[in-house]
């Protein structure tokens, strides 16, 4: 299972922090990813990381601004954004990926999602 | 970044009917491609993926095909709780890229 929490109304330019707390499986064995769904629109594929922490991979649209880490000693991926845009706005998915590491795989196990608002 | 094409964007079908969906990529994607279905305030469930190899756990009445540019989801005798909306994922060129979705409604 995965629940994710902390998605709230942001102004423009501001900061919010994501969580997404995993139960049910062993998480360091895994990649995890965030992926957002923006209203009236497509799945849009955001960050990912290693198993381990070490690796992380970002879209072009949130590179330098988003930064994605896990605890694995808490069972807890987290996707911390700053200098948020209107084009954030959007509902943010945590994913689990079939594989221990890399970005290139499928998601076969998804969160319901939180969502961030980005509004002045 | 690789662009995934699906259609049609929104089509109307009956339970029992057997319905296609198709996905393009702008360039080939091998067959690392997943399709993935989501219903309305639920988290997207993977169907399959490989192109054709189907998720532990999903039924089999759906099915994948294609490699390259050119992939398909089939549904071969459509169940109420089947009335979702379908992305397809390409998985072979960083970023990954989702196609626009399909929205599968009852008629």
């Known amino acids: 299972q995965l629940l994710e929490s902390g998605g709230d109304l942001a102004q423009p330019g501001g900061s919010l922090g994501l969580s997404c707390v995993v139960s049910g499986f062993t998480f360091s064995s895994y990649a995890m990813g965030w992926v957002r769904r923006a209203p009236g629109k497509g799945l849009e594929w955001v960050s990912s990381?290693?198993?381990?922490?070490?690796?992380?991979y970002y879209a072009d649209s949130v590179k330098d601004r988003f930064i994605i880490s896990r605890d694995n000693s808490k069972n807890t991926l987290y996707l911390q954004m700053s200098s948020l845009r209107v084009e954030d706005t959007a509902l943010y998915h945590c994913a689990r990926s079939v594989r221990s590491s890399g970005w290139d795989a499928a998601f076969d196990l998804w969160g319901q999602g939180t969502m961030v608002t980005v509004s002045s | 970044a690789i662009r995934m094409t699906q259609s049609p964007s929104s089509f109307s079908a009956s339970t029992g009917d057997r319905v296609t969906i198709t996905c393009r990529a702008s360039q080939t994607v091998s067959s690392y491609l997943a399709w993935y279905q989501q219903k309305p305030g639920k988290a997207p469930e993977l169907l399959i993926y490989a192109a054709s190899t189907l998720q532990s756990g999903v039924p089999s009445r759906f099915s994948g095909s294609g490699s390259g540019t050119d992939f398909a989801l089939t549904i071969s005798c459509l169940q109420s709780e089947d009335f979702a909306t379908y992305f397809c994922?390409?998985?072979?060129?960083?970023?990954?890229?989702f196609g626009q979705g399909t929205k599968l409604e009852i008629k």
């Open positions: 994922e390409q998985y072979y060129s960083y970023p990954p890229t």
């Open positions: 990381v290693s198993g381990s922490g070490a690796t992380t």
